[in-house]
């Protein structure tokens, strides 16, 4: 078993920024893919962007492309997503996820793991 916990969530006024963070512990040992998701209220989850272990390769949703920026520290086993220019659309709770696969995929089926999320909110 994994846990994952994101932090650094918060209210932030739009043209801010934020830098979440998700800390994985338990059984790491396997290399693993690592993305974010986030849900507003009365949406369905959707995907922001995806990490290969190496981090030679990442994806994100084209909303927020050139905006946001998702990175990884593998001894410290923990991912980012630095969140800047942010807008009002932006607010949501905002997950972190993992998956033993090898490819970064945005279909949240294919994850194993989920951490519990963390609120973001951009103010007009």
């Known amino acids: 078993q994994v846990q994952l916990v994101e932090s650094g969530g918060g209210l932030v006024q739009a043209g801010g920024s934020l830098r979440l963070s998700c800390a994985a512990s338990?059984?790491?040992?396997?290399?693993?893919?690592m993305g974010w998701f986030r849900q507003a209220p009365g949406k369905e989850r959707e995907f922001v962007a995806a990490?290969?272990?190496?981090?030679?390769?990442?994806s994100y949703a084209d909303s927020v492309k050139g905006r946001f920026t998702i990175s990884r520290d593998n001894a410290k086993n923990t991912m980012y997503l630095q969140m800047n220019m942010m807008k009002p659309e932006d607010t949501a709770v905002y997950y972190c996820a993992l998956s033993w696969g090898a490819t970064p995929t945005s279909q949240s089926y294919r994850y194993d793991g989920w951490g519990q999320g963390t609120q973001v909110t951009v103010s007009s």
């Open positions: 338990g059984r790491t040992f396997r290399t693993y893919t």
């Open positions: 990490i290969t272990w190496s981090s030679d390769w990442t």
